[in-house]
């Protein structure tokens, strides 16, 4: 396409509607329940998906996982001060049911970049009116389409592969730009309605009506409207255009990415068959529902917390299925070894100077890649040298403190700081999700669940290999074999780096070398039931400070998921080279050790710590269709491995879904969701050129 630099004409006529707008799941949990239990036969689901180990009384698997099963809706929300409702604006008032409490200091997995967006309620979608400051409004559709991931003034690539418009640049691009929004921001004010291409033409002026078409179907088609789990949207998602048959499509792995790139397929006219190596969906993904003694809960074991809601398409999800959003608070106590709570302002001296560490790493790399661009060094020794340079952290606890944030940082790279990136471990934060990071009552599986529902999914399918040639592809699993016009493999990137599935030809080299550069790492988690919450309601998270640098990571941080989970649960994480270590460890030894902690924290108080009544101990390393729990831009990776991961081979026969595969957003949830819709994009457009489909 050419470019033009013509200035732009306002395309809208009147504006009718303003709005604002982990992972990780072990397939071999083990269990602890203090009340002797009977022998229960395991149900077909089961037996291929995970092995569990009651400790008392002794070592069973035969224990049933019920993990699928959700609690009742009215158990989770009685923690909330308000019910599941109506249509709320996105940004302003989706996240949060907490009791407010006023930040101390901020302790989340990343950092916010962008301002959080703030909007009234959405208007009626179709009343006409003028708007006093159309500037200001175009202004609000623009900051919503800038949190969804679009660019101010240009397109995306995958807006000019799709010929959106005829010109790039000049007053067509300028445009086509505005309407886009416009259809994005009126979609996104009432996500629970399918939005027609006539009520996307409702407020352009007619002479735009060619660029209304191709923004709709770009929009659509790529999955940013119309996409989700409220009625008015499966119903059409799974119902196939009449009088279009694309291609045939097998998915491998039922995932996030693949159930999401299934329904977008399905949709788009393609027929599609899903193969899952688990008894279950979700992969990384899972939700396990604990109980005993009266009391039960859902526990996220994998994936958890929405890491930041503005233009979350799990967000999205949430209002679809009317779930109020848990903001997770800030404040967040810090504890000794010997269990007294750390000083207030020692606390706040260490995390300053933190930063400042991390700021100057941050400077010396810009030089280091201006001057030598092919230098990278681990961010954990870097760290250390500037350290050692201005002497942070002489003192003992001070140094405590410090390795409580670096083992923080760990858990958000799933990874060890010696092998963590100076030069690149933190390129996606410019495309961080702005908003307050959330949990979803009742567990993450609630989508998955949804998401799986009239799909046509094969478990206990291992893949063994996946061929591809000029006539289409052939997938083997479980003995059987899959053909079809082509593949979407959406399995983790651990599972890739073991070269458990043979592909026939081999991948390119460059492929190879991006999954081989990339790293996968690894966080597990203790959770923990218990019959009563005695760590209080005020508070989300606390910290644990270790006196062994090596064990930083072994259960430094504590997520409560009273007000979410349907009971009272505890869940302590394991980080860093402690994550390792964890899963060497007997079950019993490390519920015993967390339950030293606590006691070490909340005797003292006066406050009674119980045993709990179930405890489940996440093995993901050990998990044979995982291998780690998620990415991470290990020393002499980038960015752009996470981009070759996501290139389809084969001359559009094979594509590649899944966290790792989005440069944008790895390691999250929405990241594999949106690579699930990218891809499904693709391999229509490949249908298109091969002339497959009619209409």
């Not at 390792?580 to 005797?603: A, H, N, Q």
């Not at 981009?643 to 390691?667: C, H, M, W």
Request: charged fraction near 25%; hydrophobic fraction near 40%.
């Amino acid at each position: 396409m050419a470019s033009s630099d013509a200035p732009p004409e306002p395309a809208l006529s009147a504006n009718p509607n303003t709005a604002g707008s982990d992972v990780s799941t072990p397939e071999n949990l083990v269990t602890q329940s203090p009340t002797p239990l009977g022998p229960a036969p395991i149900s077909p689901s089961d037996q291929s998906d995970r092995t569990e180990t009651e400790l008392e009384p002794p070592a069973s698997d035969t224990q049933d996982d019920d993990s699928s099963d959700p609690l009742p809706d009215a158990q989770i929300r009685d923690d909330f001060s308000e019910p599941a409702g109506g249509e709320r604006s996105e940004a302003a008032t989706e996240p949060g049911r907490a009791v407010s409490a006023a930040p101390t200091r901020k302790r989340r997995r990343r950092k916010k970049f962008f301002t959080e967006i703030n909007g009234g309620p959405s208007l009626s979608r179709n009343r006409r009116y003028r708007l006093a400051d159309p500037a200001k409004e175009i202004d609000m559709e623009a900051l919503i389409a800038i949190s969804v991931g679009f660019p101010v003034d240009s397109l995306t690539e995958e807006e000019i592969e799709a010929n959106v418009v005829s010109v790039i640049g000049g007053s067509e691009q300028s445009n086509y730009i505005i309407i886009r929004n416009h259809i994005l921001t009126r979609w996104r004010s009432n996500v629970s309605m399918w939005m027609t291409l006539e009520q996307a033409l409702e407020a352009i002026r007619t002479e735009h009506r060619t660029l209304v078409h191709s923004a709709y179907y770009f929009l659509l088609e790529h999955g940013y409207i119309n996409f989700g789990l409220a009625p008015a949207i499966t119903e059409v998602k799974l119902r196939p255009a009449a009088g279009v048959e694309r291609a045939n499509v097998v998915i491998v792995g039922a995932g996030m990415a693949g159930l999401v790139a299934a329904r977008q397929l399905v949709f788009l006219g393609f027929k599609v068959v899903v193969l899952e190596g688990r008894a279950r969906p979700g992969g990384r993904v899972r939700t396990k529902k604990m109980s005993g003694d009266g009391v039960e809960a859902a526990a996220d074991l994998g994936g958890s917390v929405l890491t930041g809601i503005n233009g979350n398409p799990l967000g999205v999800l949430a209002r679809q299925l009317g779930l109020p959003l848990h903001k997770v608070r800030d404040v967040c106590p810090l504890y000794l070894p010997n269990g007294k709570a750390v000083n207030k302002d020692i606390d706040s001296k260490v995390e300053v100077s933190f930063n400042k560490l991390l700021d100057r790493v941050c400077n010396l790399r810009q030089s280091m890649i201006e001057e030598v661009k092919s230098i990278d060094v681990p961010l954990g020794t870097a760290l250390e040298a500037f350290r050692h340079v201005y002497n942070v952290a002489e003192n003992p606890q001070e140094r405590m403190l410090l390795d409580w944030h670096l083992a923080n940082l760990e858990y958000a790279n799933a990874s060890l700081m010696s092998s963590l990136s100076m030069a690149y471990w933190d390129q996606d934060d410019p495309y961080e999700m702005g908003g307050d990071h959330c949990f979803i009552p009742g567990g993450n599986e609630r989508f998955v669940r949804e998401f799986a529902k009239d799909l046509p999914i094969f478990y206990g399918r291992t893949v063994e290999s996946i061929r591809y040639g000029l006539d289409g592809v052939m997938v083997y699993a479980g003995g059987q074999e899959f053909r079809g016009d082509m593949v979407l493999c959406t399995v983790p990137l651990g599972v890739l780096k073991q070269g458990t599935i043979e592909f026939a030809p081999e991948l390119p080299q460059r492929k190879l070398d991006a999954i081989s550069r990339l790293g996968f790492g690894l966080l597990n988690k203790v959770a923990m039931l218990f019959t009563y919450n005695f760590w209080g309601a005020d508070i989300d998270t606390f910290g644990h400070l270790a006196e062994d640098p090596s064990m930083r990571g072994e259960f430094f941080l504590f997520y409560s998921y009273h007000s979410v989970s349907g009971g009272p649960l505890l869940i302590a994480l394991v980080a860093g080279e402690a994550a390792i270590k964890f899963e060497m460890m007997s079950p019993v030894e490390s519920v015993k050790k967390v339950l030293d902690i606590l006691r070490g924290i909340f005797t003292p108080k006066g406050i009674v710590v119980p045993d709990p009544v179930q405890a489940i101990c996440t093995r993901w390393g050990k998990d044979h269709f995982a291998y780690g729990s998620y990415s991470y831009v290990a020393i002499g990776s980038s960015g752009d491995d996470y981009d070759i991961l996501s290139e389809s081979v084969g001359d559009g026969r094979v594509f590649f879904a899944g966290e790792a595969t989005n440069k944008q957003y790895p390691a999250t949830m929405h990241g594999a969701l949106l690579s699930g819709m990218r891809e499904a994009a693709n391999m229509l457009r490949v249908a298109k050129r091969r002339g497959i489909g009619s209409q």
